[in-house]
């Protein structure tokens, strides 16, 4: 029988050594599911409960890959659920491939069933390459590019197939005019920085009397060289989000996470600097950065196109972080009046005794922040953690101290629900020997995490390290927006819009044969993460914590605290707990 297209389309993303195919299946991609079943699903067609989540499991793949991830979906409704995790990609610059089916060419045009337009509908989100496969000769140099470019411009890409295209008999493309044949592979280019660039970067560095450093996922392999420059410069480092990973927490001039879910000491590093360096990071809080006019600043980063743009540069660096860094320390000199440093080193250990502090106050029935402290205190350092947006952001970014080889994400600027227990699939895909943690708000479990257990059971078995934790945040408020609600509307909470329905999700885990813990006092939750990270399933832990422990940022400014008092005034449902929960936190950040 002669190979179809769909024979060589799989055998092609065998030859780019993608191993798993994240998807759902339709009618629209029937003639590639019956070529994976002649392929003995080889790439691993990973099922999802739903095509977003097949999107975000590619997303959170390539993100602790570093591989390309690839995602596939149905014709029309199929090929429209993908849209959210592709943005997802898109915004954080993760190199995703989308492959979607299309209703039969005879049919397009016709306004026929669940035909959509395809190519107008991709065209934002995969603007860097969105392609139809209409002949069979086309299909070499499709996915191959579509493939490069993901992986050169960290971004998503997507191919689109009629659905008869995918049986044609595969033809390649001849040494003819009008015939584009293609060749696998890829050695990427790594920017060099210029000389005369980084002599005045080092410049501006050395005249600072107190320099601050801003790292992001664009850091990520530098360790060695940021301590360097730390070191010489006498500097602090705050983190992005999404370079949370990017250096361990353990070094006492490391800051923290910078912005709304950010620590005292990054705020202060900021606040006080006189010079900042921004390696790798488009953190786009321009508020929580040094006031401007304040610090000679550069940014180093290795795109022109997202270079400059969050603050007054004195000089915008276009390198890789690790060549411009190295080629910067041989010019840097060592600072011999150390006060700055003290200062940052004193702030970051009263920045974590303060956040230690607060994680025990009291709460009804738990506090969230000792979740996370808990946590913290027994995380392998092989670890790969996803945190969900909403509340559960807040207490990933402060409370837990990476350290080892942790690896951390979320959805850091796309900002969605529901990436957390998606992305930890993906990530057990990637290192199967390795733990996986999906920190959860119950708003995103009811928006597609449960559904997404029913995913983790079906493939658990399969990987060498069975454990996959996911711990979810039961409060029944979707918690972050009801917070926003109150210190920026001034609105008390609309519990018809924020007040979840009470579901069990330790008992909808243990009924799907996974491990599941509810805990509803304090002193539960260390023996629940210890259990959970020996147990030989994977693991739900459902713990009861209390609504009214405030997120609040590290600079709280009169007018969220104008708004939050308006909120309690106008008969917020909760005003009594916030009070109460209120005056307790900020005891434990100004009391010794």
């Known amino acids: 029988m002669a190979n179809t297209v769909a024979d060589v389309l799989l055998a092609r993303l065998r030859e780019w050594n993608v191993r798993q195919v994240f998807g759902y299946p339709g009618d629209g991609i029937n003639g590639l599911l019956a070529a994976w079943g002649r392929a003995d699903n080889d790439p691993q067609f990973v099922q999802a409960r739903h095509e977003e989540m097949a999107a975000f499991e590619a997303v959170g793949f390539a993100k602790f890959s570093g591989q390309v991830g690839v995602c596939a979906a149905t014709s029309g409704p199929g090929a429209i659920h993908l849209l959210n995790g592709l943005y997802d990609a898109k915004l954080d610059h993760v190199p995703v491939v989308a492959i979607v089916g299309q209703t039969e060419?005879?049919?397009?045009?016709?306004?026929?069933?669940?035909?959509?337009?395809?190519?107008?509908?991709?065209?934002?989100?995969?603007?860097?390459?969105?392609?139809?496969?209409t002949v069979p000769q086309q299909l070499p140099n499709l996915i191959d590019r579509a493939?490069?470019?993901?992986?050169?411009?960290?971004?998503?890409?997507?191919?689109?197939?009629?659905?008869?295209?995918?049986?044609?008999?595969?033809?390649?493309?001849e040494h003819a005019f009008k015939q584009v044949p293609s060749s696998l592979g890829l050695v990427p280019a790594t920017p060099q920085p210029d000389d005369q660039a980084v002599r005045q970067a080092a410049d501006i560095l050395n005249a600072g009397g107190k320099v601050a450093v801003l790292v992001g996922q664009g850091a990520?392999?530098?360790?060695?060289?940021?301590?360097?420059?730390?070191?010489?410069?006498?500097?602090?480092?705050?983190?992005?989000?999404?370079?949370k990973d990017v250096l361990s927490d353990e070094l006492p001039w490391v800051t923290g996470s910078i912005g709304l879910l950010g620590t005292t000491a990054s705020y202060r590093l900021m606040m006080d600097c006189d010079t900042l360096l921004t390696v790798g990071s488009n953190f786009p809080y321009t508020q929580f950065l040094p006031p401007l006019e304040q610090a000679r600043a550069i940014q180093i980063d290795r795109?022109?196109?997202?270079?400059?743009?969050?603050?007054?540069?004195?000089?915008?660096?276009?390198?890789?972080?690790?060549?411009?860094?190295?080629?910067?320390?041989?010019?840097?000199?060592?600072?011999?009046?150390?006060?700055?440093r003290e200062e940052i080193e004193r702030n970051v250990a009263d920045s974590w005794e303060t956040l230690g502090r607060q994680a025990l106050t009291g709460a009804d029935p738990v506090n969230p922040m000792r979740i996370f402290s808990?946590?913290?205190?027994?995380?392998?350092?092989?670890?790969?953690?996803?945190?969900?947006?909403?509340?559960?952001?807040?207490?990933?970014?402060?409370h837990l101290r990476f350290s080892g080889e942790v690896r951390g994400s979320l959805s850091g600027t796309l900002a969605t629900m529901g990436p957390a227990v998606p992305y930890a699939i993906g990530a057990k895909w990637a290192h199967p020997d390795r733990p996986a943690i999906a920190l959860a708000g119950d708003g995103a479990m009811q928006m597609n995490g449960l559904a997404e257990l029913i995913t983790i059971a079906h493939y658990w078995q399969q990987w060498a390290d069975p454990r996959l934790i996911v711990a979810v945040l039961h409060n029944n408020d979707l918690n972050q927006v009801t917070w926003e609600?109150?210190?920026?509307?001034?609105?008390?909470?609309?519990?018809?819009?924020?007040?979840?329905?009470?579901?069990?999700?330790?008992a909808?885990?243990?009924?799907?044969?996974?491990?599941g813990v509810n805990i509803d006092t304090p002193e539960a939750i260390g023996p629940a993460w210890e259990a959970a990270l020996s147990a030989t399933r994977p693991t739900v832990l459902d713990i009861r914590c209390d609504p009214d422990v405030p997120p609040i940022p590290p600079h709280s400014t009169f007018a969220q605290a104008k708004s939050t008092a308006e909120a309690i005034l106008r008969g917020d449902e909760n005003a009594w707990g916030m009070v109460k929960q209120g005056i307790k936190q900020k005891a434990k950040d100004i009391l010794p």
């Open 105 to 133: 060419r005879s049919a397009m045009g016709g306004s026929y069933q669940q035909e959509v337009d395809l190519l107008n509908l991709f065209k934002d989100v995969c603007s860097d390459y969105v392609q139809m496969c």
């Open 147 to 173: 493939i490069r470019i993901a992986l050169t411009e960290q971004a998503p890409t997507c191919l689109i197939f009629p659905s008869d295209v995918f049986d044609l008999e595969y033809t390649a493309p």
């Open 220 to 243: 990520r392999g530098c360790v060695e060289e940021l301590t360097e420059v730390a070191e010489l410069l006498g500097a602090g480092v705050a983190k992005a989000l999404l370079g």
């Open 303 to 340: 795109s022109g196109t997202w270079i400059g743009m969050r603050y007054p540069y004195e000089l915008n660096l276009v390198g890789d972080a690790k060549l411009t860094l190295r080629a910067l320390i041989p010019l840097l000199r060592r600072k011999t009046d150390r006060a700055w």
């Open 374 to 398: 808990e946590l913290s205190d027994r995380l392998p350092g092989n670890a790969i953690v996803a945190a969900d947006s909403g509340s559960a952001a807040n207490w990933y970014a402060r």
């Open 485 to 506: 609600l109150r210190a920026m509307g001034g609105a008390p909470k609309f519990a018809e819009s924020q007040t979840l329905p009470d579901v069990d999700y330790a």
């Open 508 to 515: 909808f885990a243990r009924g799907l044969g996974l491990a």
